[in-house]
């Protein structure tokens, strides 16, 4: 059968989760066909799932990575419920994503990693490319990839461990074939990633054309697929991942604001991205600041606010634990800084690369003393970008410590992303004093009236000289103060500023209907599953509405109206119910949570299923 | 603000005297040290709008107040992690940490050795009272071993710290130590800080009254003290005693007391100080409270190494040489595609 002849089948979307061992590059060959299809023009999600083992002994499974990626011609919110294809680079791939794969599904393998060893390895009796089990059920195409690779680089002055890397590009090319997407990027791709190994480039680019070829001229494949152009709104894009946008975001607020941006901080998974992509624009002063411990990290983050820069840093929940004392500094000090919260599966070191939305306690109550911080959440990949423009502006203006919480979802994860002009982005009105504001000295804690931020005059001015501390200030002095009404006159304006914010926050937008049997009610990274799951639910006409919330300290102004609205909430976690404690104690609701905590995004399908059995 | 203030030839110490009240237990050695300080500092040839005073938690943290500069008494142990923060933030600034041998050395230990390591351009001066004071008496972690103190009612069991060993095991670039009571010494040591580029570790050998009285007597009383301190001079033999008549010898490897009007000795026996030379800064170190040998006070180690912001500065300045651009270019930059 040749290319010409291959059934051309047109599908709105289609989910393809690429699974091997972690040295099989199966991250690198999911990126690859995610910025392929973004060029094409598809709306796509991406769900990095990786272990936290950097090496795993070799087909274990333990040692197995995952990425899985939705691509559409339509709007759409997640990477997907259940994959349509699994590429299993061997066994273990195979046994520990199978039970996923959507019955009828797609099922690619290389059949050279199908050793009695490896099937071992991965606890198969039998091999499961020989009996019907897989053949009954999906439709298994089972190429021998790594004697392909080695048969098109024989010539090649190469070793062999070299060639039989090439493995994942010959699946990629298949793929390509499959989904009838052009090489030319990827080559172009490769042939800089390894400029300076042409021959690996080479490998490659022959592994990738053979994917490409067995395709087209075994007759193996009866079908292809094409996926149309999404229906974007209007504008350039391009891809992004969480992690980068929320470092673009941080320096695109400190150009805005005219300072220099200072981030310190130490790595930690799923947040060590946001240091590395940080690191890479020292031409546009950005400093970044690796430091001994978490705690360093946000004290020299805190001590470059106080010198004048805009100052933040970025960590996982651990390193949040590890932070909490030098918020409540920062607290106190009402300096500017904002701690970015990738969050992961905890308690304690919990599930590293795995997604969760469990800090949101510790993020909004987890201080000693009364130390109200603003906490602002990330809705997509995408959008924290916004999110982390907008807890710029908010610690600035406001003078105040603001945290950003994001997960391994969307620090990992990408969507195609319309890219905004910095003119667009609101001002960030950052203003130092430079002269006495009171009758013969600065006064510190001299608030504005509408936003009660303190005055912030920097090291280097003249007249200024000032000293702050965690110790409780004087209002309006700054001086040490142990009387006791000023200490709850002190207590309540950093409440009531913290508040106060509130005041910043457009009218909260309700998807569905206005009021009606249930409001879905989310948070963060689960924006996604849950709008998902309102449009399903909207196009079978059930009376649901659906908010998603951004800032959830403060909470938005007009939430408790609308949550009288309904007859029913449901509020969907990645945790076991910390949104839903803070609004039963906030609006006194019955509020009901669907808490499923896997470290893994919750499906679309659960809160259908959900709200279906509450509203019948 | 008036232009006098600006013209650094003209400060004097009440420009650094703040108006808040001391409150250090009357007889501190807290107070001296303050007094050396703000007599010094207006002469360093700083605006007095860049200096900067960062402290931690404990006694000596509470000096920021007292100086009318900038100033940031934080929480225990982060002052070295901030301070760096501020100086890398801005490079023009002078930025002093005030610490104790609780703050720096127990829990922000870590901090400490980073900080020395890296070599930022600030200056530690640390009190060594050898005893917890703010927190009401327990020993720390430069207590001698055996210290009976509130927390250790049978005596210490674990050995201390020698700070200049730990700062020059830190890869420290200035490492020097003064008295409470030697208040000129004290003031030059406190220049030389400045005037060293890298991070100065100045330990200040400090009284505490009240918990830990008379920890350096054997330092202060004038009966005793030139026979047990050490004055370090650069190129200098080390010659110690009322009538300098003692010396450091060394004997292979042993640093030994001599006595040079012995006819077995001379001068040219006693081991000449090297500011720069590390062998003999860590034997300097290592003779601190060694019975029979006298205690080193002045600058043991000073080298010029590389300065943490200096790289840090060129990395950008290269940068920004090497590749222009803002955030819009990096907004659009890769593969793009456009939706009609």
Redesign the interface.
């Known amino acids: 059968m040749s290319e010409q002849t291959a059934e051309m089948k047109h599908v709105e979307e289609v989910i393809i989760r690429f699974a091997g061992d972690s040295g099989d590059g199966m991250q690198l060959t999911g990126d690859r066909f995610t910025a392929n299809t973004a060029i094409i023009g598809n709306d796509l999600s991406t769900l990095p799932d990786y272990p936290a083992e950097i090496r795993a002994p070799a087909g274990s499974l333990a040692g197995v990575s995952a990425f899985q990626l939705r691509f559409s011609s339509k709007d759409i919110h997640t990477p997907g419920d259940e994959p349509d294809v699994l590429v299993a680079m061997n066994p273990a791939a195979l046994k520990v994503h199978l039970k996923e794969i959507v019955k009828g599904g797609t099922i690619i393998v290389n059949a050279n990693a199908f050793t009695p060893k490896n099937l071992k390895l991965a606890g198969y009796e039998t091999n499961p490319l020989e009996d019907d089990s897989l053949k009954n059920l999906y439709t298994l195409y089972s190429i021998e990839m790594t004697k392909l690779v080695v048969a098109a680089c024989a010539d090649m002055d190469l070793s062999s461990k070299d060639i039989e890397r090439t493995k994942n590009m010959l699946a990629l090319g298949y793929l390509f074939w499959m989904y009838n997407r052009p090489l030319e990027n990827t080559k172009t791709w490769l042939k800089q990633k390894f400029a300076k190994k042409p021959l690996i480039a080479e490998a490659n680019i022959r592994a990738l054309d053979t994917g490409r070829n067995y395709g087209s001229t075994t007759e193996v494949f009866t079908t292809r697929y094409t996926v149309a152009k999404a229906q974007l709104r209007k504008g350039t894009y391009r891809n992004i991942n969480g992690n980068y946008a929320t470092a673009l975001g941080l320096a695109a607020a400190a150009e805005k604001a005219g300072r220099p941006l200072f981030y310190g901080g130490y790595p930690i998974t799923p947040a060590s991205d946001v240091l590395h992509t940080l690191a890479a624009w020292k031409h546009m002063n950005v400093r970044t600041f690796q430091a001994e411990d978490e705690i360093a990290g946000i004290a020299a983050a805190i001590g470059a606010a106080f010198a004048g820069n805009l100052a933040c840093t970025a960590t996982s929940g651990p390193g949040v634990a590890l932070k909490s004392e030098a918020l409540g500094l920062a607290v106190m000090a009402e300096l500017p800084i904002v701690v970015v919260n990738v969050q992961r599966g905890g308690p304690s070191t919990g599930l590293p690369t795995k997604t969760e939305q469990a800090d949101l306690y510790q993020a909004v109550y987890g201080r000693n003393g009364e130390a109200p911080i603003p906490v602002i959440a990330a809705a997509t990949p995408g959008d924290c970008f916004y999110a982390a423009y907008e807890a710029s502006r908010i610690a600035v203006m406001y003078m105040t410590p603001v945290i950003l919480l994001t997960d391994g979802y969307l620090g990992n994860g990408s969507e195609p992303w319309a890219i905004p002009s910095m003119d667009d982005l609101p001002d960030i009105p950052l203003k130092f004093v430079t002269e006495h504001n009171g009758e013969d000295r600065f006064l510190p804690y001299l608030r504005d009236e509408k936003t009660l931020a303190r005055a912030w005059a920097i090291p280097g001015t003249p007249g200024c000289e000032h000293r702050i501390g965690g110790l409780e200030k004087g209002d309006p002095t700054g001086d040490v103060n142990y009387d006791p009404d000023n200490h709850h006159v002190m207590i309540m304006r950093r409440a009531e500023k913290v508040n106060g914010i509130s005041r910043e926050l457009p009218e909260t937008k309700v998807y569905g209907k206005k009021s009606g049997d249930l409001l879905l009610l989310s948070w963060g990274g689960t924006f996604g599953s849950t709008r998902s799951a309102a449009e399903k639910l909207q196009s079978e006409d059930a009376s649901i509405g659906h908010v998603h919330l951004r800032w959830i300290n403060p909470f938005p102004n007009d939430l408790g109206d609308i949550l009288a609205k309904y007859d029913k909430i449901l509020i969907p976690e990645i945790n076991a119910g910390q949104l839903r404690t803070m609004i039963r104690a906030e609006y006194l609701v019955d509020a009901i949570g669907l808490n499923i905590v896997r470290g893994r995004p919750i499906r679309s399908r659960d809160i259908i299923e959900k709200v279906k059995e509450m509203v019948g | 603000?008036s232009e006098t203030?600006?013209n650094t030839q003209q400060l004097k110490r009440s420009d650094f005297v703040?108006d808040?009240a001391v409150k250090w237990c009357p007889g501190c050695g807290d107070y001296a040290i303050l007094a050396q300080a703000q007599k010094v500092f207006p002469d360093l040839g700083v605006?007095?709008?860049?200096?900067?005073?960062?402290s931690g938690?404990g006694c000596s943290s509470r000096f920021?107040?007292y100086m009318?500069?900038?100033?940031?008494?934080?929480?225990h142990g982060?002052a070295a992690?901030?301070?760096?923060?501020?100086?890398?933030?801005?490079p023009?600034?002078s930025v002093w940490i005030i610490t104790g041998d609780g703050d720096g050395l127990s829990i922000g230990g870590?901090?400490t050795i980073?900080l020395l390591r890296r070599n930022i351009d600030v200056n530690i001066i640390l009190f060594n009272n050898r005893i917890y004071g703010l927190t009401k008496g327990q020993y720390s972690p430069t207590s001698e071993l055996g210290k009976v103190t509130k927390s250790t009612p049978l005596g210490s069991i674990d050995r201390p710290f020698n700070p200049a060993s730990l700062a020059l095991g830190s890869r420290g670039s200035f490492i020097a130590r003064t008295l409470d009571r030697e208040t000129k010494h004290m003031q030059e040591m406190i220049k030389r800080s400045h005037a060293h580029h890298g991070t100065s570790f100045l330990e200040v050998y400090q009284n505490c009254l009240i918990f830990n009285d008379g920890a350096f007597e054997n330092l202060t009383n004038r009966d005793v003290k030139e026979d047990n301190i050490l004055y370090l001079e650069d190129g200098q033999p080390m010659l110690f005693g009322s009538k300098k008549t003692k010396g450091i010898h060394l004997d292979g490897n042993v640093p030994v007391v001599i006595d040079i009007e012995d006819d077995k000795w001379s001068v040219d026996d006693v081991l000449v100080h090297d500011e720069k030379d590390f062998i003999i800064a860590s034997i300097l170190s290592h003779i601190t409270f060694q019975p029979g040998l006298p205690t080193p006070i002045g600058v043991m180690y000073a080298k010029d190494v590389p300065v943490y912001e200096d790289l840090?500065m060129a990395?950008?300045d290269k940068?920004?040489t090497?590749?222009?651009?803002?955030?819009?270019d990096?907004?659009?930059a890769?593969?793009?595609?456009?939706?009609?």
Do not use: C
């Not at chain 2, 605006?47 to 960062?54: D, L, R, S, Y």
């Not at chain 2, 890769?334 to 009609?340: K, L, P, Q, R, S």
């Open positions: 603000m203030l600006i703040s808040q605006k007095k709008e860049n200096f900067v005073f960062i938690i920021p107040y009318d500069t900038y100033g940031f008494h934080t929480i982060r992690a901030i301070a760096s923060g501020v100086k890398v933030a801005n023009e600034l870590n901090h980073h840090h990395q950008i940068a920004k090497n590749r222009q651009g803002s955030v819009s990096i907004l659009t890769g593969d793009t595609w456009t939706v009609e």
